[in-house]
């Protein structure tokens, strides 16, 4: 049954779709929008307040990210504050925590130091914290059980009035809601709609067909249904090069609010998932939530019945899929992680394993001071590409060239709804002979260019030679080494020559 002709549909109802829809409806004269949503609600997948770690991911305190993403990262989530200060959903859907990269360690409180000094004219505000300030602003970083301060050396940078924390669940809603609004537009939500097929029409567009037997008539077709955008691109021919890998992740939850803010631990280098960190969950008393883990689950859909068969058709398993992921495996660090996360999952025993990993972060924390936090999580669908036989992590984004987008948004997808849905945007419009009204959206929603204010980064960068003056006066007492005799005088003379030429 034919029902209406969109201008765009928008697949999927999450913070992605959502955005978007929101971006169409208020700053460009497309005049009808359609969203089809396969379950009984907005967002109820990884959008979900529950499902993600509600961190609007800046860029500052990430230590996986280059500069280079974080000047992009900064950007796009500011549009995320700026849409909620507009709409006054600030302490409602957005909140405010003092966040922090913890460096513990001479070695990591180096790396801390030197990132602080390449990532504070991107970040002006961000400060450094040692020991001293964190005994008074994250106490329980500093302090074991017995009320003792931990032995290693720690610093942290971060920062105190950002806002750090959203329910993208509830901002996914208001989006939608705030779209309808515009009286230029006409916003409809199709829930329980899950699209099977998405096909070119013989007039014009494409036909989208629902598993309730419905046909939808749109010009322009976006699907941002997470690892389903893959799937329907399969189904379509395109992406064929690619495969799905879902990576879900659980957490754990504190029983009462133990940190102050967000706490991020240093990115293991050779892993290719973001380190623990801890952060006060909004939906669950701010107590901590720590996490995420990282399991590759053979679904695409975490809570939800069913959808084995659809990993195996999205993962298109082959000789090329098989060494993507023998390449990871391979790798001792890789291998030891994925092992690892596959008995936090394990019941009783996680718990004891998982106390390793967040006594980096607290120290004194005891196994009844928290739990495996059940109905939490979510998945992210990374992308393998089979050409070059490898994980990708980033993004993924298929632009058919004829009104067809399919989108799929890992981590820090929610972050970044705002500006994949300007993106997408301007394609539209172009391709519909639309009109962007880009002056409205850049006085809304972004916030000019970044404006370096030289004196609190001198201040701080005092800070951190004081830090480093102080490390090298303990290495200098402490850290001798004890050498009776030296026989062989050469080695004492060029140790690193001598050393190259054994
Ligand atoms: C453990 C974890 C922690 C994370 N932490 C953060 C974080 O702190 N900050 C951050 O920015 N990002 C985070 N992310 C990433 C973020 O959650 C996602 O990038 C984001 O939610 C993706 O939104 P989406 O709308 O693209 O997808 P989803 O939220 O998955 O929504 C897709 C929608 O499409 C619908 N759909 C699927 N198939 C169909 C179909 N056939 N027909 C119709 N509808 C369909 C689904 O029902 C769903 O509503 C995290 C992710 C995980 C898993």
Redesign the pocket.
């Known amino acids: 049954m034919a029902i209406k002709n969109f201008e765009v549909i928008i697949?999927?109802?999450?913070?992605?779709?959502a955005a978007l829809a929101y971006e169409l409806a208020r700053y460009t004269d497309i005049k009808s929008i359609g969203i089809?949503?396969?379950?009984e609600d907005i967002?109820?997948?990884?959008?979900n307040g529950t499902?993600?770690?509600?961190?609007?991911?800046v860029g500052d305190i990430e230590t996986n990210y280059t500069l280079d993403k974080a000047a992009v990262t900064k950007k796009t989530a500011k549009m995320v504050e700026k849409y909620c200060l507009q709409h006054n959903y600030q302490n409602k859907i957005m909140f405010s925590h003092q966040k922090m990269a913890l460096g513990i360690g001479d070695k990591e409180v180096e790396f801390l130091l030197h990132r602080y000094e390449e990532f504070s004219e991107l970040f002006p505000y961000l400060e450094v914290w040692d020991k001293e300030k964190l005994k008074e602003l994250e106490p329980r970083v500093v302090f074991d059980e017995n009320g003792n301060e931990r032995e290693e050396n720690i610093v942290a940078i971060g920062a105190k009035d950002q806002w750090t924390t959203v329910d993208?669940g509830k901002m996914a809603k208001c989006l939608i809601d705030d779209a309808k609004k515009e009286e230029s537009s006409e916003v409809e939500l199709f829930l329980n709609?899950?699209?099977?097929d998405i096909e070119k029409s013989s007039k014009r567009g494409y036909v989208v067909k629902t598993a309730n037997g419905n046909s939808y008539y749109a010009d322009f077709v976006v699907t941002?249904?997470?690892a389903?955008s893959l799937f329907?691109a399969h189904r379509m021919g395109f992406g064929l090069n690619l495969g799905c890998l879902p990576v879900?992740?659980s957490f754990y939850i504190t029983n009462e609010k133990m940190l102050n803010g967000k706490v991020y631990m240093i990115q293991n280098p050779k892993l290719p998932f973001a380190a623990l960190h801890g952060d006060p969950d909004v939906l669950a008393d701010e107590n901590t939530r720590f996490?995420?883990t990282a399991l590759v689950l053979p679904k695409l859909e975490r809570y939800k019945e069913g959808t084995y068969m659809d990993f195996w058709k999205t993962l298109r398993f082959d000789a090329n899929i098989a060494k993507a992921l023998w390449k990871l495996f391979k790798e001792s660090d890789i291998r030891n992680y994925i092992l690892r996360n596959f008995i936090f999952e394990v019941p009783f025993l996680n718990k004891y394993i998982f106390l390793k990993d967040a006594r980096k972060i607290v120290p004194g924390l005891k196994l009844n001071e928290f739990k495996y936090a059940r109905g939490f999580?979510?998945?992210?669908p990374q992308v393998l590409n089979k050409d070059e036989q490898k994980l990708l992590l980033g993004e993924a984004s298929i632009s058919t060239g004829e009104g067809l987008i399919f989108?799929m948004?890992?981590?820090?997808?929610?972050?970044?709804?705002l500006g994949n849905g300007l993106r997408d945007l301007k394609y539209i419009v172009k391709y519909l002979g639309k009109n962007f009204d880009e002056q409205k959206f850049n006085d809304e929603l972004t916030d000019g260019d970044t404006c370096p204010l030289p004196e609190p980064i001198r201040s701080q960068k005092a800070v951190v030679n004081l830090i480093r003056a102080e490390i090298a006066r303990t290495s200098e007492k402490y850290n001798k080494n004890l050498h009776y005799n030296k026989p062989d005088k050469d080695f004492w003379d060029k140790p690193h020559s001598k050393i190259k030429d054994a």
């Not at 967002?43 to 959008?47: I, K």
């Not at 948004?409 to 709804?417: E, F, L, M, N, V």
């Open positions: 697949v999927g109802a999450g913070i992605t779709g089809l949503e396969k379950y967002a109820t997948l990884n959008s499902s993600n770690s509600q961190t609007v991911h993208f709609t899950q699209v099977t941002n249904a997470g389903h329907l879900s992740g996490g995420p999580g979510g998945v992210r989108n948004t890992p981590s820090p997808g929610a972050t970044s709804c």
